[in-house]
């Protein structure tokens, strides 16, 4: 029978390290020792999805814990969701960047990765059957 228990958040540590630490040390370097060159800002977007994507790991996989709206969280579902939350970072600083953020547009396109991801959590669930 599949294992319908929740990850623990303990789990996610060595991705968490390997993203978080070198992303946010990557992150200080770029604003502390180099020019915003056009390489140095393509790599200081890189590094704030990466910091901002293994920085939220431990937060998703607490709330996968404790909120089930479709059932028990797989390691690739709590990556996938720290993904989009590190990459959305990534567009807001990047529009940000070009004066063109507000409101608005932020809460818009948080909604529209909430509904991308229910819809894949939605898929997900329907393709499960239960063994005989």
Not at 17 to 32: D, E, S
Not at 54 to 82: C, D, Q
């Given at each position: ?75 690739e579902m709590i990556v996938r969701e720290s993904t989009i939350i590190g990459v959305y970072?990534g567009i807001l600083i990047w529009l940000n960047k070009g004066q063109i953020l507000t409101y608005g547009l ?27």
């Amino acid at each position: 029978m599949e294992e319908t228990r929740s990850l623990s958040v303990r789990s996610f540590f060595p991705l968490v390290f390997f993203l978080a630490v070198p992303g946010w040390i990557w992150l200080i370097y770029l604003m502390t020792q180099t020019i915003p060159t056009l390489g140095n800002r393509w790599m200081f977007f890189v590094a704030a999805v990466f910091a901002v994507t293994g920085t939220s790991m431990p937060l998703i996989a607490y709330l996968n814990r404790i909120i089930k709206p479709f059932g028990p969280a797989t390691y690739e579902m709590i990556v996938r969701e720290s993904t989009i939350i590190g990459v959305y970072a990534g567009i807001l600083i990047w529009l940000n960047k070009g004066q063109i953020l507000t409101y608005g547009l932020a809460i818009i396109l948080g909604i529209g990765f909430l509904i991308v991801e229910s819809l894949i959590r939605l898929r997900t669930r329907s393709e499960w059957h239960p063994a005989e």
